[in-house]
Structures are given as structure tokens and as C-alpha cells.
């Protein structure tokens, strides 16, 4: 008898269904799987036979062909135990067939429990836009569904709940639906504002920063709070909207199975110096997200920068640019999303002591100089804002705290920035000022004349590129919303051009 259930694969961070057919007939002991499966799936065998007879039914011995189709496409992981099992059971008789509207996910222990699986987004949203309407997965993998409308999202605990289900002799309760709440997720920062003495250059830096989404380099003297300033950038981010939510949680949850509801918190990755290239763009056997992918509209901290490999640090320019990365290998081609601020942070030479007012730099001017010469003028180019962070004094660290701003009370202002530019750039694929195209730029970028006498002017001094130009005014028009002002004016472009005044100190462009 011929039994059919509909299931899910990944490719990258998209699903595609899979038939899981089986034909099972009368004769000689045989299990049969093709349609490209990997070791994972093979063993299912295994597990879905001990799983069906712990659950008190009996396994379906016989000749078992099972396909996975589309045979042409790879089939990796256990999700495919529970659709197996079900499917066997019905090619035997002893269940009822499943409808062609249902899709059935799941790892399968030996006791018949079933086991969270990676990627449940992902497979669910692509399904729901093939007309799939109802859902049986993990249960695990249920708070990240409560927010998707228009789907029946059936947690299933275990093989015997399922069975019983399709038999219609008791049924699973379906997901109660939830709304999106950004604020209701309990965000939970370890890092705030309001512990950072002084430096409020460097704060007024961060916010600017997080209210565009702009990139930040911070070079300063070991000790002088640089780590910490980054840290506390996720505090100040303004809450993930729906479509970001979504984006964001399909990344993570094809790497690990993420627990609770959607992410609400903006992803802060900092991986170590000593990462390697396919880590950070992504990639391996099966052509993972990296680094990058995963601080999709986060933060990617880069601490101590010229400690990073040369084509590490080059591998980023592309990604910087374009807002994805192509990750291409022998079994794959996938396109993930890699719009992230890139906030960095370095000393200004190798003793870290260059300019300081405690300690005497020791470093010779050669020795700057291949410093500073690892990071290049390419990646600098792409670096929005580039800023110093000096030491505090002893005495303003121990004080108490006096009139210090509150992460919150800072979000507050850069949630109402973004808020401006999610309504001016409604249905065009923008969030943020560092996300405008040339076009884009060209239509809102307005700044009076005395302006544009200004940041031409510094351009031209400075020996800016275009590109460092387009930031220059890219950064200009956060700095007018911060102020609320519709026109970039003398003051918003001044600000913008303080923040390339470093290309001239360090790294002699003049």
C-alpha cells in the first residue's frame, strides 16, 4: 500500500517540502530509503522502529521502500523521523492518510518522545506560502509560531499523541495565535550607559550610531572603556520590528534549535580575532551561516581589529556593501542576509599607548605604521564613523555617578530617529539612513547650501572617495533626525565631518 506525507528540508535559510512516500507491501524483510538522503536521515530507520514499538504499536515488518522527493535535492537532519513514522504506519493500515494540507517535522527518541529541530521557521513560512495550513512539529519549536498568522499549528509532545490525533480519538489542542510585542519579550541587558563614566563624546558617537545603523571604529588606549562602550550598544537599539523579528529568527534557528517566541533583542556577535574567514561569511559542508549572517540587523563587535587576519578583515568589504553574502559551495549556493553595523574597536599602536596622558608610547614610527596599515583604506572607507576614546581619570571613576544617562532614557531618542526613517522610507526595503542607495540618497539627503559648501569642502580636503562621501552624508542626515529636522543643516553636516578626522591623524590622508 501507498501512504504519502508532506515535510520540510532547508536549503540555507529557506524550506522546501518533502513527500515522504512509502510503499510497503508483504514479503521478504526490507528498508529501502532513497532521494538523497544524508546519515542523519538514514539512521532513522533505527529510531523510528523503536519509537513506533515503545508507543505500543507494532512496527510494520515487511518490504519498505521510502522516497524522498524531490529526489534531486539533499535531505539532511532527523527531522524526517515523525513524518517516517506516520508514514508507515499508514502505508501498513494501521492509521489513517494524511491529509495533503498538514506537515509533519520531528526528531524521534527510542521512547517515542519527540525532539525539537533546527530550522522549524524557516520550513513553516516557506510552507505556509506553498498553501500548507496546518502544522504538526515539536512542541518545543511552538513559541516561535504564536506570532504567525493565517497557519493551525498543532504541538505534538509525542509519536502516541500524534497517532491518536490522526485516528481522531483525542486531539491536539491548536497554538493559541499571540500578536507581535517587541516590548513583551523581556529583554535583558548586562550592559548600561549609566555605569560609563564620562566619555561623552564616545556616548553621543553610540547613539548616532545605533540611530542609523551606522558603522563605528573606536581607537583608544587599552583600559579606556571601548569594550564596554560597545557592550551597551544593544541597550540603546530600538526594538526589532515584525519583519526584522522574523528574518533574524529564521537565521539563528537553522544553526540551533532557538528556544522561547521570536528574538526580540537585536543579535550583538563578537567573535574572537582568531576566527577564520569561512566562520565569519559563512560556509562549511553544509554552507552555514556565519558571523555576519548572524548579526543580521545587530551589531558584529570586532575587538582589537588589526588582530584579525588581513582576508578576514577584507572578506567583509563585499557583505558591508551589499547587505548579503553568497555563500557558494561544492553542494550549495545560498544567498543569506548580512545587514549588520560593524562596530570596531582598536589601540592606536602596539603598546596601545600612542597620545596617551599616563603612559609613554614605546612603539617605533615603523612600527606604527604596520600597525595601522592592517586595516585598509578600503575597510576604513566603508567605516562610517571613526572616533577616540581617551582615558578617564582615576578620581571621575570612583566618584558616584552624577547625571548620567540611562540606556533607556537614550533609546528612547534613537527609537523616535528610527521611527522617522521607517515612515519616510515606507515600502522601499530601508530601515535606517546607512541602508539609502544612491538614488535614495539623492532624494533625501537635502541640505541647505551653506551645508553643502561645508561637507564638499571637507571632502575635498580630506580626500574622501564617493563612497566616504555618501556615509559622510549618510551619517549627516541621522545627526538632523536625532534633531528633528527634515533638512540637513550646517551643524548636522559639521558634526558628520568630525567623525572622519582620524583617516588624517592615523592614517595620513591629507
Not at 492509521?95 to 518522545?113: N, T
Not at 526589532?240 to 537553522?254: C, G, P, Q, R, Y
Not at 605604521?369 to 582615558?391: N, T
Request: glycine fraction near 8%.
Amino acid at each position: 500500500m501507498l501512504s504519502r506525507v508532506y515535510s520540510s528540508g532547508l536549503i540555507g535559510i529557506e524550506g522546501f517540502t518533502v513527500q515522504v512516500e512509502v510503499d510497503h507491501r508483504e514479503g521478504p524483510s526490507l528498508f529501502e530509503m532513497v532521494g538523497l538522503p544524508d546519515a542523519a536521515v538514514k539512521e532513522s530507520r533505527e529510531r523510528v522502529r523503536s519509537a513506533i514499538n515503545s508507543s505500543g504499536l507494532k512496527f510494520p515488518y515487511g518490504r519498505n521502500i521510502i522516497n524522498l522527493a524531490p529526489a534531486d535535492k539533499k535531505k539532511e537532519g532527523p527531522s524526517f523521523d515523525l513524518p517516517l513514522a506516520v508514514a508507515l504506519l499508514s502505508a501498513a493500515g494501521t492509521i489513517p492518510q494524511v491529509s495533503d494540507d498538514c506537515m509533519i517535522a520531528g526528531e524521534l527518541s527510542l521512547d517515542g518522545s519527540v525532539r525539537p529541530v533546527n530550522g522549524a521557521l524557516p520550513m513553516i513560512i516557506t510552507a505556509r506560502g506553498n498553501g500548507i495550513k496546518k502544522f504538526f512539529f515539536p512542541y518545543e519549536n511552538a513559541e516561535q509560531m504564536r506570532a504567525i498568522e493565517d497557519i493551525e499549528f498543532y504541538p505534538v509532545h509525542t509519536l502516541n499523541e500524534l497517532i491518536n490525533h490522526i485516528k481522531g480519538e483525542e486531539l491536539i489542542k491548536p497554538l493559541e495565535h499571540l500578536p507581535y510585542d517587541p516590548e513583551g519579550g523581556g529583554e535583558i541587558f548586562t550592559s548600561d550607559l549609566c555605569y560609563v563614566r564620562g566619555q561623552k563624546a564616545a556616548k553621543r558617537a553610540l547613539e548616532i550610531a545605533a540611530a542609523g545603523a551606522h558603522n563605528l571604529l573606536m581607537v583608544g588606549s587599552p583600559g579606556s572603556g571601548k569594550t564596554m562602550l560597545a557592550r551597551c550598544l544593544p541597550s540603546i537599539l530600538p526594538a526589532m520590528t515584525f519583519e526584522e523579528a522574523l528574518e533574524v529568527t529564521k537565521i539563528h534557528s537553522v544553526t540551533s534549535s532557538v528556544e522561547g517566541g521570536l528574538m526580540v533583542q537585536r543579535p550583538f556577535r563578537s567573535p574572537h580575532h582568531t576566527a577564520s574567514a569561512v566562520s565569519m561569511i559563512g560556509g562549511g559542508n553544509s554552507a552555514l551561516p556565519g558571523e555576519i549572517s548572524k548579526a543580521h540587523n545587530g551589531v558584529l563587535f570586532l575587538d582589537e581589529l588589526p588582530e584579525f587576519p588581513r582576508s578576514v578583515l577584507e572578506s567583509l568589504r563585499q557583505p558591508m556593501e551589499d547587505g548579503f553574502v553568497n555563500v557558494t559551495r561544492i553542494n550549495a549556493q545560498i544567498q543569506y542576509p548580512a545587514r549588520f553595523m560593524m562596530v570596531c574597536s582598536m589601540n592606536p599602536c602596539p603598546c596601545g599607548n600612542l597620545g596617551s596622558r599616563n603612559n609613554p608610547c614605546r612603539c617605533t614610527p615603523a612600527a606604527i605604521q604596520r600597525y595601522l596599515g592592517r586595516i585598509s583604506g578600503p575597510l576604513l572607507d566603508r567605516i562610517d564613523m571613526h572616533i577616540e576614546v581617551e582615558s578617564i581619570d582615576v578620581n571621575e571613576i570612583s566618584s558616584p555617578a552624577k547625571g548620567e544617562e540611562t540606556s533607556a532614557q537614550v533609546r528612547q531618542r534613537v527609537s523616535k530617529a528610527r521611527l522617522i526613517q521607517q515612515e519616510r522610507y515606507k515600502g522601499q526595503n530601508v530601515f535606517a539612513n546607512s541602508h539609502l542607495n544612491a538614488r535614495q540618497i539623492e532624494k533625501y539627503c537635502v541640505v541647505t547650501d551653506d551645508a553643502r559648501k561645508i561637507i564638499e569642502l571637507a571632502a575635498d580636503k580630506m580626500k574622501l572617495s564617493t563612497r566616504g562621501y555618501t556615509r559622510m552624508l549618510k551619517v549627516a542626515r541621522t545627526i538632523a533626525d536625532l534633531a528633528g529636522s527634515e533638512v540637513i543643516d550646517q551643524q548636522h553636516v559639521a558634526e558628520a565631518v568630525a567623525y572622519r578626522g582620524m583617516d588624517t591623524k592615523y592614517w595620513g590622508r591629507q
